[in-house]
T-cell receptor, first 112, second 111 residues
Framework: KAGVTQTPRYLIKTRGQQVTLSCSPISGHRSVSWYQQTPGQGLQFLFEYFSETQRNKGNFPGRFSGRQFSNSRSEMNVSTLELGDSALYLC???????????FGSGTRLTVV | KNQVEQSPQSLIILEGKNCTLQCNYTVSPFSNLRWYKQDTGRGPVSLTIMTFSENTKSNGRYTATLDADTKQSSLHITASQLSGSASYICVVNYNNNDMRFGAGTRLTVKP
């Protein structure tokens, strides 16, 4: 059974640009969550999608948005990038959203 | 103050030795608590998931305990291996869908 796949693995963007990250969950999983991980803040929850609907949202500005498609694949978009957005962005999938999240390897975003 | 506190922040032990990591939380109502291992540059991997009624759960050389009354959990690692060098993160789910992450304990296992 394939794991959670995130693309791309690494990304370098310039301030002011926008970026879209992709996450393919484990087959059959309907819940996809996104997290930002930085050395200073640790892991922080961005948002969760379940059956194409945003079910939960963390405390991030509106520049961070996401969506989920009918096949449960999810994308995360960050607009007007800032230097502080440099981080590892992790995606996790689950079958019911409450137990046993499986994480992807993440996308390392560097904003210069 | 973080609602999920982990200690110690970092730890260095010799290969083959045991160690115990702590996680104290204040959030409620409690749903479940999970311990993850995160290797450098990789996503976290689930080690154990504990619900309110579970006191102890083992996964190989990892044994997690939970005291829901005192809101404390520990992760005991026995006979540590070099591959055990990683960050260990405690995640508490509460209010059904909310979650809080600990800052993690950085464990280094030396030969």
């Amino acid at each position: 059974k394939a794991g959670v796949t995130q693309t791309p693995r690494y990304l370098i963007k310039t301030r002011g640009q926008q970026v879209t990250l992709s996450c393919s969950p484990i087959s059959g999983h309907r819940s996809v969550s996104w997290y930002q991980q930085t050395p200073g803040q640790g892991l922080q929850f961005l948002f969760e999608y379940f059956s194409e609907t945003q079910r939960n949202k963390g405390n991030f500005p509106g520049r961070f948005s996401g969506r989920q498609f009918s096949n449960s694949r999810s994308e995360m978009n960050v607009s007007t990038l800032e230097l502080g957005d440099s981080a590892l962005y992790l995606c996790a999938s689950s079958d019911d959203g409450n137990y046993g999240y499986t994480f992807g390897s993440g996308t390392r975003l560097t904003v210069v | 103050k973080n609602q999920v506190e982990q200690s110690p922040q970092s730890l260095i032990i010799l290969e083959g030795k045991n160690c115990t990591l702590q996680c104290n939380y204040t959030v409620s109502p409690f749903s479940n608590l999970r311990w993850y291992k995160q290797d450098t540059g990789r996503g976290p991997v689930s080690l154990t998931i504990m619900t309110f009624s579970e006191n102890t759960k083992s996964n190989g050389r990892y044994t997690a305990t939970l005291d829901a009354d005192t809101k404390q959990s520990s992760l005991h690692i026995t006979a540590s291996q070099l591959s055990g060098s990683a960050s260990y993160i405690c995640v508490v789910n509460y209010n059904n869908n909310d979650m809080r992450f600990g800052a993690g304990t950085r464990l280094t296992v030396k030969p």
